[in-house]
């Protein structure tokens, strides 16, 4: 996680790689899936739990270019924003919103990346 999470921060612009990547840290465990492209170039996830060859269950999201995508990633108990500096972050709902507090994670950039990231980091546990 640590590589993707520098990716992350050093990309300047989301990529279906990337999102492949988020994707495969995010879900391999919990879910089986992974990102991976079909014989015509299109990003599927693909899940290892079926067995055989696998076969597509859905197309990708966008992780690293929509918000909407990203969001997705934010796990559940947790919520997301801007600080004042407009760095993005995310943080445990039980946490007072005005107090910087234990696992926030804030990272600059472009929004969609930097959410990617806090929101990776706060699956992780804060590693």
Not at 52 to 69: C, I, Q
Request: aromatic letters at 10%; hydrophobic letters at 35%.
């Amino acid at each position: 996680m640590d590589d993707l999470v520098k990716a992350l921060e050093q990309a300047t612009e989301g990529s279906r790689e990337l999102d492949a990547d988020v994707c495969k840290v995010a879900f391999w465990q919990s879910h089986g899936y992974y990102g991976e492209t079909d014989e015509h170039g299109e990003w599927f996830l693909y899940s290892h739990r079926t067995g055989g060859n696998p076969t597509p269950k859905e197309r990708l999201p966008h992780y690293t270019t929509s918000l909407d995508a990203a969001l997705t990633l934010v796990p559940e108990g947790w919520r997301w924003g801007r600080d004042e500096t407009g760095a993005m972050f995310v943080q445990e709902k039980t946490w007072p919103i005005d107090l910087p507090g234990p696992r926030m994670f804030a990272v600059d950039g472009p929004p969609t990346l930097a959410l990617c990231t806090c929101a990776l980091r706060a699956r992780q546990g804060g590693e």
